[in-house]
């Protein structure tokens, strides 16, 4: 439905997108997630029209966009700034693009439209007010809402919860993909926000410097991440990353010979890697590989407690069920176990790049 292909954009010597790749399917809900600056509102605006390519090509339902301008691309955009007209009310900014001689809905069908995107974005009770007059994230949700009253081939959302509060993001968020219009049609969504990409995303886009690293869904990108950028990207505590080599037995190693833990994947003898395991995936009881080690600090989550033990010369992060950590304090020793299949295997960080996964 949108694809992307070999995409380069620079201004001036700034090279904003390079030799980016992007395939969206049909229906799909895309999130593309990266840090600032990696090229995310670049890209949308390259397929809204709004940014012309140095090189590469726009194909939207199978058709070339080179050339086509931006309001006969059929694709509809938030903008982060928004793009109200503020002298006008809410309502008025919704309708506006319904009068456009584009969609000229007739006038009962707008008003039902609105009145039913408004009811979702909570802003029915601001319909009448200027928008000029609205809190930030009021101002937000209508500017999202004027995109998601007209029919289109495909919305593009540049981070459009952004100025929301955490209450309210957590709602939108949860509804934004079961409303009607956002269901039906093929949405890409920019964040920087991983927990946003997991929780929207059918598959989501990891972008940095100009180019999409990863694509997948969200159990492709947490289970199989590319890098150690993009396992540190995804999941609080962070992955724990613990340097080390591979034995000749086929075993990783830290240097102090405090971690030792089988693999079961094949890796070179005596490269110098980077195991990684999430804090979820270890525990205190049950089976797999035991590590010694002693508790350095616990820290209440809720429902569950952060531990972090020092395993010879490392700190690994876990995170246990509360029950499994009652009466826990500091200089305990305690076994904490890894199952070899929850373990990542990484290259070695290099300067110029992160370390890549080796094996499965
Ligand atoms: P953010 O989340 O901060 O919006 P982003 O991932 O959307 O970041 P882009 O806005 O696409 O990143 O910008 C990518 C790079 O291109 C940045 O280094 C940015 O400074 C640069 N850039 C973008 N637009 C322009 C412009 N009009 N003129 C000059 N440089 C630009």
Not at 161 to 176: F, G, I, Y
Request: aromatic share 4%; proline share 6%.
């Amino acid at each position: 439905m949108i694809r992307l292909t070999g995409i380069r954009k620079t201004f001036g010597k700034k090279v904003a997108l390079d030799g980016l790749e992007l395939d969206v399917r049909e229906g799909e809900f895309f999130c593309l997630l990266g840090p600032s600056g990696a090229g995310k509102t670049t890209t949308l605006k390259t397929v809204a029209g709004l940014e012309q390519p140095d090189a590469g090509t726009v194909v939207l339902d199978g058709r070339d966009m080179a050339g086509v301008e931006p309001y006969d691309r059929g694709v509809a955009m938030c903008f982060e700034s928004y793009a109200l007209y503020p002298h006008r009310s809410a309502y008025d900014n919704l309708a506006s693009p319904l009068r456009s001689p584009r969609y000229r809905l007739p006038a009962a069908e707008a008003r039902d439209r609105i009145g039913a995107i408004a009811e979702l974005l909570g802003i029915s009770g601001l319909l009448d007010r200027r928008v000029g007059h609205l809190s930030n994230g009021q101002r937000q949700r209508v500017a999202l809402g004027r995109v998601l009253v007209r029919p289109a081939r495909a919305f593009l959302l540049d981070e459009p919860l952004s100025h929301l509060d955490t209450k309210l993001r957590q709602q939108m968020r949860a509804e934004l993909k079961a409303i009607g219009a956002v269901r039906n049609t093929t949405t890409l969504y920019v964040t920087h926000d991983a927990v946003e990409a997991l929780a929207l995303g059918d598959r989501i886009g990891v972008v940095r410097d100009g180019r999409i690293v990863q694509t997948g869904t969200r159990e492709e990108i947490w289970y199989r991440p590319c890098d150690t950028e993009v396992a540190r990207a995804f999941g609080r505590p962070r992955i724990n990353l613990l340097p080390g080599t591979v034995t000749g037995t086929g075993s990783f190693r830290t240097a102090d010979g405090g971690v030792e833990i089988p693999l079961d994947t094949p890796a070179p003898t005596g490269a110098e890697v980077l195991a990684g395991v999430r804090p979820r995936d270890l525990t205190l009881h049950g089976p797999g590989h035991e590590l010694t080690g002693t508790v350095y600090v616990t820290e209440v989550l809720g429902r569950s407690v952060e531990v972090t033990v020092r395993v010879g010369g490392q700190y690994v992060s876990l995170v246990a069920p509360r029950a499994d950590t009652a009466g826990l304090r500091a200089d305990d020793p305690v076994r904490v176990r890894v199952r070899p299949e929850n373990l990542l295997l990484f290259e070695a960080d290099r300067p110029e790049r992160p370390g890549r996964r080796i094996g499965r």
